[in-house]
Antibody
Framework: EVQLVQSGAEMKKPGESLKISCQGSGYNFPSHWVGWVRQMPGKGLEWMGIIYPADSDTRYSPSFQGQVTISVDKSITTAYLQWSSLKASDTAMYYC??????????????WGQGTMVTVSS | QSALTQPASVSGSPGQSITISCTGTSSDVGGFNLVSWYQQHPGKAPKVIIYEDTKRPSGVSVRFSGSKSGNTASLTISGLQAEDEADYHCCSYAGSDTLVFGGGTKLTVL
């Protein structure tokens, strides 16, 4: 089964750093783009960026460029989303996604289960 | 890069048809055949139900259909069922390797 499995919920304080993960399984991980989507509480979806595991080619939404870092370790079929200094406004559910069937910039037909990040003092 | 415009909510009775609009610009919705629609039930991850404006993934009910006219894409659900009550999100390629989502629409089945 093709799936993306994300790391567990996180509770952090403002100013702390964080790296959440997304492990792919059941398919040739290096050959399929993996992206991240944010959903703030009670709000819509926002595309953050995407990475191609084979060569780490990365694209960012202008809204998130410089705010987060997307990376990958293809040897363990895992993609990451990282913050160096969290803000309360980073509180959200984060989904990893893949346009598995259509490739980039196709539709996201594979979704992880989501990682809830809560930032509060 | 602004979010696509969707109505905040729509409603319909079982058996009826409803349509959710998604309005963008010639730089996103109108410029590419790359609009997708996602269904999201409470507490769950979204699921793609329409891709490339009008195509339906295998396993998605034929009651769901997508269309587009100019800068506005639409999702139509026919024969409404209670299980269709969910949030619906549109998404479009916006050029320069970027995507943009709509604000989401809450569908209530009366």
């Amino acid at each position: 089964e093709v799936q993306l499995v994300q790391s567990g919920a996180e509770m952090k304080k403002p100013g702390e750093s964080l790296k959440i993960s997304c492990q792919g399984s059941g398919y040739n991980f290096p050959s399929h783009w993996v992206g991240w989507v944010r959903q703030m509480p009670g709000k819509g979806l926002e595309w953050m960026g995407i990475i191609y595991p084979a060569d780490s080619d990365t694209r960012y939404s202008p809204s998130f460029q410089g705010q987060v870092t997307i990376s990958v370790d293809k040897s363990i079929t895992t993609a990451y989303l990282q913050w160096s200094s969290l803000k309360a406004s980073d509180t959200a559910m984060y989904y990893c996604v893949s346009p598995y069937t259509s490739s980039w910039p196709g539709a996201f037909d594979i979704w992880g289960q989501g990682t809830m990040v809560t930032v509060s003092s | 890069q602004s979010a696509l415009t969707q109505p905040a909510s729509v409603s319909g009775s079982p058996g009826q048809s409803i349509t959710i609009s998604c309005t963008g610009t010639s730089s996103d919705v109108g410029g590419f055949n790359l609009v997708s629609w996602y269904q999201q039930h409470p507490g769950k991850a979204p699921k793609v139900i329409i891709y490339e404006d009008t195509k339906r993934p295998s396993g998605v009910s034929v009651r769901f259909s997508g269309s587009k006219s100019g800068n506005t894409a639409s999702l139509t659900i026919s024969g409404l069922q209670a299980e269709d009550e969910a949030d619906y999100h549109c998404c479009s390629y916006a050029g320069s390797d970027t995507l943009v989502f709509g604000g989401g629409t809450k569908l209530t089945v009366l």
